[in-house]
């Protein structure tokens, strides 16, 4: 017992302890490790949230300003141009076209108002129209002639988009003195369509020519003095600005000695604290180095996801408090459910100051963003409180819906922090009430539905016995205790017996009633392997012990301990499900063998007739050592009377703790003096009193006469069951 026995070995050694420590500084320094280091990160166009000013003098060549000097330069020089003389070809060719389209037009037999409508397409004016229809098929001959020669004499020359409209202007003019003002105007109407630019760019004397004059720019130099102000407050952040930053170092992607400290200080600190805690309060739920493994990793695996997360939506300039949606608390109510609701508190505190560091470490190394200590506090309220309640809700849940409700209870108390923090808010604005509600509830959950999905997963693969499991153990029905009803049913009657005794008591003292529920039902499971050399599976007649030695009968009574403990591992029993078996029994002695031996022969060895152990290690299997010894001895006494059934159970609990069965367990004497009340008022239940009831009237004789026969098929006997023998049978 624990006040008896002060030098019980500890589950978590200090080397246990040393190592999850270091385990867990590691896993949180590679999650708060500085990959976004604190240094500044900004964007042309940021607002900056402060003034900086240089921490010492520099002369660098902004690449920015000599780039824009430069291009000025080349856009400043004029494309070069040079004479293409297929667009002459071109030109007239497409003049060609036009006169043979008003001969045509000219030589059609229609009236004159049609070859009118059809010259107006051409874009020649009505004057030019009534000359082109008046003219003689000699003069049209010569007028075409005429423009055609005009088309080539100004297609000849260079024509840039200046003189192009200088050159449509006097085509009238070019037109020869033999032909009339008329027919100079037809003439001229057909040309200047057809008057372009004869010059097309080169594009590599225009390149070459840019090139030069970019290479003659020199390289724009920028003087910062100590002090000179770089970044003010509140005004837009220029190219100039960020390469002054750079330049005096206050921009880089170096990770910075400091920053890597820091998190190295604060991932030591917190993993101590933990290590520490586990190490000096022994908390029952971890037991073994998977337990603690799982601990680490569920520890860090939320802050590392946090790190990324909050520096992704914080600040929370929008007022849609992204921030808060995050189901860190999914960590804590994991833990809660597989291991320790203690170790799941001091959890959820801890990921609340880490998430509270991360905001002040991390995110807010940019001068354009401004994370506030109101922002702070409602992380750590947020990721640090609203988890309890659901780490409360899921304590010894045995049912999902449990972790709904944890969920809700999540989502409410993120809420209210939320509130509670709106309140004092400057900023706040009505809106915020609903953006607040939907990322609490999001919050909430989303870690009610991760800690359900994850809490078998996690269970199975770090050896973790779950609510559900036992749940699942618990069922009359399980394949190990059908087969316990069928091939031992006294066996399994008693097992429920000792199971309702032990459960009602584990509960009064706060140990795990369903843990102990189910360790009494598969106690004795080894008893199938054998049913008949059991008392309680006889049935009357004689019994094998009475052609054995007392020796050869308690080693076959042990062997029910190490067989159960091959089935069960063979069943794939949960470990601390596993842990009934031997312990119930401890290191007692087989006492009704062992004093048979003992009157034959004083001096016999009393290790022959000793259960392997070990002592019962937890007030659950404490309990059923207890419950065990407590049923089958009232069950075998004849009298069964209240007064003679307390003394019973007192006589059964001081004969354990005289023989240090109880001395590796954490029962106190006030645990003692409570399950044995609740021992006495179950045992009373068991074999209250019945009445007598008198002889039947000589009218429920008559009535029995009456009726008909009842005939009673006659009974079979089951056909005996064939199966190979076990190993451990053999």
């Known amino acids: 017992m ?50 900086v000013r240089a921490p010492r003098s520099v002369s660098f060549e902004s690449e920015y300003l000599t ?96 003189s192009v409209q200088a050159a449509r202007d006097g085509a009238a003019a070019l037109v020869g003195p033999a032909f009339s003002a008329d027919e100079a105007l037809l003439a001229a109407e057909l040309v200047r369509p057809r008057i372009v ?17 970019r290479a003659a720019v020199p390289a724009e130099r920028v003087n910062v003095q100590d002090g000179d102000i770089i970044l ?44 520490a805690y586990l190490f000096v309060l022994q908390p029952k739920g971890i037991s073994s180095e998977r337990h603690l493994i799982a601990l680490a990793v569920v520890c860090a695996l939320p802050v590392l996801v946090a790190k990324f997360y909050l520096a992704a939506t914080m600040p929370d300039d929008q007022g849609m408090y992204l921030p808060y949606i ?53 992380l750590v309220a947020v990721y640090g ?91 009359l029905n399980a394949p190990l205790l059908r087969r316990l009803q069928d091939e031992a049913p006294g066996t399994f009657h008693h097992s429920i017996i000792v199971g309702n005794l032990a459960e009602r008591a584990a509960d009064l003292i706060g140990a795990d009633p369903l843990l102990t529920r189910v360790g009494c039902y598969y106690h004795d499971i080894g008893k199938v392997l054998q049913p008949g050399m059991y008392i309680e599976n006889q049935l009357g007649g004689e019994t094998p012990h009475e052609e054995m030695s007392p020796e050869e009968s308690a080693a076959t009574i042990k062997q029910h301990v190490l067989g159960g403990l091959e089935l069960a591992r063979r069943e794939r029993l949960p470990a601390r499900v596993q842990q009934f078996i031997p312990e119930h029994h401890g290191t007692r002695l087989v006492a009704y063998f062992y004093r048979k031996a003992a009157e034959r022969d004083p001096d016999v060895d009393a290790d022959a007739f000793t259960y392997p152990g070990p002592k019962p290690q937890s007030r659950e299997t404490a309990i059923v050592m207890l419950a065990d010894s407590t049923e089958a001895y009232i069950r075998s006494s004849p ?83 064939r199966r190979r023998p076990r190993k451990y049978e053999r």
Do not use: C
């Not at 229609?110 to 107006?120: F, V, W």
């Not at 630019?197 to 004059?213: G, H, N, P, S, V």
């Not at 159970?649 to 645990?671: N, P």
């Open 2 to 51: 624990q006040m008896l026995d002060r030098g019980k070995p500890r589950p978590i050694s200090i080397w246990m302890a040393a190592a999850f420590g270091a385990a867990l500084a590691a896993l949180l320094l590679i999650a708060l490790f500085p990959l976004f280091p604190s240094q500044f990160d900004v964007s042309v166009g940021d607002i900056a949230s402060r003034t």
């Open 67 to 162: 780039e824009q000097r430069r291009q000025e330069a080349a856009e400043a020089v004029q494309p070069v141009l040079v004479y293409e003389p297929d667009i002459r070809a071109r030109q007239l060719e497409d003049y060609d076209g036009a006169i043979a389209q008003v001969s045509q037009i000219r030589g059609q037999t229609i009236d004159d108002q049609r070859k009118r409508d059809q010259l107006a397409g051409l874009q020649l004016s009505p004057r030019s129209i009534e000359t082109a229809l008046a003219l003689s098929d000699e003069r049209w001959d010569a007028v075409q002639a005429e423009g055609r020669r005009v088309l080539n004499e100004q297609l000849s020359v260079s024509l840039n988009e200046q």
């Open 197 to 213: 630019t004869t010059l097309i760019e080169d594009t590599d004397a225009t390149e070459q020519a840019r090139e030069a004059a």
């Open 232 to 275: 003010t407050a509140d005004r837009r952040v220029d190219e100039v600005a960020i390469e002054k930053l750079r330049a005096v170092d206050l921009v880089s992607s170096r990770l910075e000695w400091a920053n890597v400290l820091a998190a190295a200080i604060v991932s030591v600190a917190a993993a101590a604290a933990l290590a």
């Open 326 to 378: 995050l189901p860190v608390a999914a960590a804590p109510v994991l833990v809660a459910s597989l291991l320790e609701t203690d170790v799941a508190v001091v959890m959820a505190a801890l990921i609340g100051l880490l998430a509270g560091f991360v905001s002040i470490f991390l995110p807010d190394v940019s001068l354009v963003t401004s994370i506030s200590v109101i922002d702070t506090f409602r």
């Open 385 to 475: 409180l609203a988890p309890l309640a659901g780490v409360f809700a899921v304590h010894r849940a045995d049912r999902l819906g449990r972790y709904l409700t944890a969920g809700i209870g999540i989502g409410v108390v993120a809420f209210l922090m939320l509130f509670a923090t709106w309140l004092v808010d400057n900023d706040r604005g009505a809106s915020d009430v609903a953006w607040m509600a939907l990322a609490s509830a999001l919050n909430g959950l989303g870690a009610g539905v991760l800690a359900a999905g994850a809490f078998v997963t996690i269970g199975v693969l770090f050896g973790v016995t779950t609510r559900v499991q036992l749940m699942e153990l618990s069922q």
């Open 639 to 721: 009298d069964r009377s209240p007064e003679h059934i307390d003394q019973m159970v007192d006589e059964v609990i001081a004969e354990r703790l005289a023989e240090g069965q109880l001395d590796e367990s954490d029962l106190t004497l006030k645990d003692l003096r409570i399950i044995a009340d609740s021992f006495k008022a179950t045992m009373r239940a068991v074999y209250h009193p019945r009445v007598q009831y008198p002889q039947p009237t000589p009218m429920e004789a008559r009535r029995r006469l009456r009726l008909p026969p009842v005939r009673m098929p006659a009974p079979q006997r089951p056909a005996p069951v």
